[in-house]
């Protein structure tokens, strides 16, 4: 035990480090403005306020906010999950021509920055008269080359027995993803809808460049409107934050458990 007290105490610093922000935004969102810009700073309010609250719920339309986020994220991870899923079993399972310079091809755009797509993204959706609308915020993350590429390795993972036992069966290869396969992947699907969810959620360049309309905003690019041109209100700002990160909050740690273990499967498979 007592040779392990310096890597307790590096922990406790680590954690220190990463909580401080979050407690200092919760603490500055009960502040009136003058406390929090002022110099020496305070850490706790002189007297507490709900008033940046209430400002923020009065000025901007949240009920919008959350529904556009929770659409997005529905019908982003649905759609993902089910062609990555798909694809990934065609890399790993099917053999084809080209199958590997497709791959090849596939990896190559986990290289590629994503702000590259942004302008022809756009000019699909504004052709397909799709912008300024909820769908033109999900329609282009229905693919992710990451996402495919860690559901191919999984795949690999599990035995080729079972696609011949199905076949033996007379199952074809739809049956066998969809019956056989599929159900051993819970872990790794879990674990993308996840990494799927906190990258959406926190996107903000592609919503507000998409749409304009204020209830066609998610709540990352509604609180973006929080920062003001000449002057910004830093209570309102850190309680539309804790408005909007309650939900990923909850997410989190209802489902900690399937994204840790689906992130060590892969470790362990690969």
């Known amino acids: 035990m007592k040779k392990k007290w310096p890597v307790y105490l590096l922990l406790i610093i680590c954690t220190i480090v990463t909580v401080a922000p979050f407690l200092w935004m919760i603490l500055t969102s009960f502040k009136d403005y003058e406390e929090s810009i002022r110099i020496p700073p305070t850490i706790f309010p002189e007297v507490f306020t709900v008033q940046s609250y209430r400002q923020v719920l009065d000025k901007f339309p949240f009920a919008y906010f959350y529904m556009n986020t929770f659409l997005v994220l529905f019908f982003t991870i649905a759609v993902e999950l089910s062609i990555c899923s798909m694809a990934a079993y065609a890399f790993a ?85 969809f019956k056989i396969l599929l159900p051993l992947m819970k872990l790794a699907l879990a674990s993308l809808a996840i990494l799927t969810a906190i990258s959406t959620f926190k996107d903000l360049m592609w919503p507000l460049i998409v749409n304009n309309s204020m209830n066609k905003m998610t709540l990352s690019a509604g609180l973006a409107m929080l ?31 399937q994204f840790v273990e689906g992130i060590a499967t892969t470790g362990a498979k690969q």
């Not at 986990?110 to 329609?139: C, E, R, S």
């Not at 850190?238 to 408005?243: C, K, L, Q, T, V």
Request: hydrophobic share 55%; glycine share 6%; with cysteine.
């Open 93 to 177: 399972r099917l053999d084809f021509p080209g199958r590997d310079v497709i791959f090849i091809i596939l990896l190559a755009l986990l290289m590629v920055p994503g702000q590259i797509f942004l302008v022809p993204n756009y000019d699909i959706m504004v052709k397909l008269k799709l912008a300024d609308t909820v769908t033109a915020l999900w329609l282009p993350k229905v693919f992710s080359a990451f996402g495919t590429f860690m559901l191919r390795e999984f795949f690999k993972g599990l035995p080729k027995s079972l696609d011949e036992a199905a076949m033996l069966d007379g199952c074809n290869y739809f049956q066998i993803y």
């Open 227 to 257: 920062i003001g041109e000449h002057t910004t209100y830093y209570p309102q700002v850190m309680a539309g934050g804790i408005i909007a990160i309650l939900p990923m909050i909850i997410f989190f740690f209802i489902f900690q458990k």
